[in-house]
């Protein structure tokens, strides 16, 4: 079976003249029909019923008709998905990220990017920092959204790999309404000792934990550290419910609580770093366009 017997046959069945589909084919009438024979006799049915005043589809010739139709659009269409491909608007993306890249520009700038490139298929994976390390290096997602925190870098770790910064945060200090430190324009490490500290957990945000713990162990003080729980909404509850204090990203101020009071650090700065992670050698041309989209949302909310 040949391609061109298939269009042979389509150009009959709309036109449902022979002389006038050999026409729009630009052969002539001879070897059209010919094809067509032939087509009949591979698939052992008669695709037209035929006299020397009409032609008309069979059946099965009406059956055919709608699925070589399809068929032929879906071919016809190769030379401009290949060219998608290559200018990387199209095709499969598997993102992966991490639950706290939510809290950042992350959701506006994939939302805006599927509906920028509605033929990109876009993947999302969750998952922990070491894993969608693994992943990345292992080919099972094609770029990942990972935090870092002050100078620490991916590069430095995976030479093999390449991190681009595109989002950067201060965290500051939630307490609840009425808290002491309330009068404090800014508080400093030394007046959070003996402080009920609630944390994101070690296990899901290793860096966070260690760089919090850190800053009290520059000046000489243990962490009173009373509840290790997930998600800034849940940090904040249980700040609000006066369990204890966090610390928190700055974006975090804008939320409209009443019961919390959010303060600037004076001597240590906890800063909050996404990048976007994926191998420096082989990533396909829809990686850079999901790079550009990201740096270029992240690049106008900073404008404004």
Known sequence: MELR?????????????????????????PPLSRQIKMLEEEIGASLFYRDKRH??????GEVLAEKVRK?????????????????????L???????????????????????????????LVPGGTGTQLRRIKDGQIDIAVLQLFNSETIELKEPGLKAE?????????????????????KVQIADLLNEPLIVWPKD???????????????????????????GKTNVLSLVAAGLGIAFVPASSS????????????????????????????SFPKIVQTFIKHVLKTCSNQKME
């Open 204 to 230: 899901s945000h290793p860096i966070l934990y260690e760089t919090i713990v850190e800053a009290f162990t520059q000046k000489g003080l243990k962490p009173k550290i009373v509840q290790q729980i997930l």
């Open 55 to 60: 032609v008309k589809l069979t059946q099965v």
């Open 71 to 91: 068929i032929l659009l879906h071919i016809d269409a190769l030379p401009v998905i290949a060219k998608q491909t290559t200018d990387g608007i199209t095709g």
């Open 165 to 185: 910064l595109f989002y950067q945060e201060p965290y500051i200090l939630a307490i609840p309404k009425g808290h002491t430190l309330e009068i404090s324009k």
């Open 5 to 29: 017997q298939l269009r042979y046959f389509l150009a009959v069945a709309e036109e449902l003249n022979f002389t006038a589909a050999a026409r729009k084919q630009f052969v002539s009438q």
């Open 254 to 281: 804008k939320t409209q609580r009443t019961d919390i009071v959010f303060l600037p650090l004076k001597d240590y700065m906890i800063d909050v770093k996404l990048f976007l992670v994926y191998k420096k050698k």
């Open 93 to 123: 993306m598997r993102l992966g990220f991490i639950s706290s890249a939510m809290d950042s520009l992350l959701p506006e700038a994939v939302t805006t990017f599927v509906h920028k490139y509605p033929e990109i298929n876009l993947e």
